[in-house]
């Protein structure tokens, strides 16, 4: 099986960096698709979230042992689920919308709202300032900042319109 090269873009930078990686596994945590592989550049097992994957895919003339599969979506699963463990979001979810339907099918009840671990915090962001009122962030206060700052841009973008 021969290497892929791609280029990976990483939250709030605007570079993009380019990566070797001998693919493992092709897994989907959290509703997002991930590929586990051994990246050549870092040397070490990664995981890459295919929608931060920029251009195009290609191989490259190295190859690597297909044995190497063995096991991998396994690890791959481990480590993921590993970093959610760590991370956790309390949040304020209002009851019957969109955001307790979607966010309610991996939150567990906590003292003020609910706990939802994360891998990310900027996808997580991501996904809660597209509930704007429907969620509020109590902790941690980088993800409750991240989210401000996508609404925040949301208002500015449309500033002026329907004027």
């Known amino acids: 099986m021969p290497d ?4 990976v873009s990483q939250a709030r930078e605007s570079a993009s960096r380019r990566r070797t990686v001998a693919p493992l596994a092709l897994l989907d945590f959290e509703a997002r698709w991930h590929v586990y592989g051994i990246d050549q550049d870092a040397d070490g097992e990664r995981t890459f979230l295919l929608s931060r994957i920029v251009g195009e895919v290609s191989s490259t003339r190295k190859s690597f042992d297909p044995a190497l599969r063995d ?7 481990a480590g993921l689920e ?4 760590r ?14 339907l979607r966010l309610g099918r991996r939150a567990t009840p906590a003292t003020q ?4 671990p994360y891998v990310d915090v900027h996808i997580l962001a991501d996904e809660l300032a597209s509930y704007g009122p429907e969620v509020r962030v109590v902790d941690p206060p980088q993800l409750r900042d991240a989210v401000v700052e996508r609404l925040t841009a949301i208002v500015a973008a449309h500033a002026g319109e329907g004027e």
């Open 71 to 77: 096991g991998a979506g396994e690890r791959a699963l």
């Open 87 to 100: 991370h956790s979001a309390l949040l304020e979810i209002t009851p019957g919308t969109e955001a307790a």
């Open 113 to 116: 709202g609910f706990s939802i």
């Open 82 to 85: 590993d970093v959610a463990a």
């Open 4 to 7: 892929r090269r791609f280029r």
